[in-house]
C-alpha cells in the first residue's frame, strides 16, 4: 500500500499506488488520511486516478474523512475512473463531494 502526499496551491494532494479502494486497504487510507487532516491538512484532493475499483468501505473511507474535516476546509476528490464515478452517482455521494475530472480542475476551483 503506497500512498503519497504532496503540497500544490495550498492544497495536501493525496494519490495512491493503489487500483482497488476496497476493505483490503480502507484501514490504512482511512489512518493515513487522519494523519494528513490531524498534520493540518485542510484543503485536500484526493486524486482517484489509479483506482478501478471502490466498494462500500473505500467510500466510507472518504465520507468518514469529510466528517473528521468538520466543515473545516475542503476534500475534492479529482479523475474517477468510470466505474468509481458510476458508484458515486449511484450512491449519491457526488452530492456531497466536490467531484472533478482532474486535479489541475480541481486546483483551479
Do not use: C, H, W
Not at 485536500?44 to 462500500?56: E, G, H, N
Amino acid at each position: 500500500m503506497a500512498f503519497e502526499a504532496k503540497s500544490e496551491a495550498g492544497y495536501t494532494i493525496v494519490s495512491m499506488d493503489e487500483t482497488r479502494l476496497d476493505a483490503s486497504i480502507s484501514e490504512p487510507f482511512r489512518l493515513y488520511l487522519f494523519d494528513q487532516i490531524d498534520s493540518g491538512s485542510d484543503q485536500m484532493i484526493i486524486d482517484l486516478a489509479s483506482v478501478r475499483f471502490m466498494d462500500s468501505s473505500g467510500l466510507g473511507v472518504l465520507v468518514a474523512a469529510l466528517k473528521k474535516m468538520a466543515g473545516q476546509g475542503a476534500l475534492k476528490l479529482a479523475a474517477p475512473q468510470p466505474a468509481v464515478e458510476d458508484l458515486f452517482n449511484l450512491t449519491s455521494m457526488d452530492k456531497l463531494f466536490t467531484i472533478t475530472p482532474t486535479v489541475a480542475k480541481a486546483i483551479e476551483g
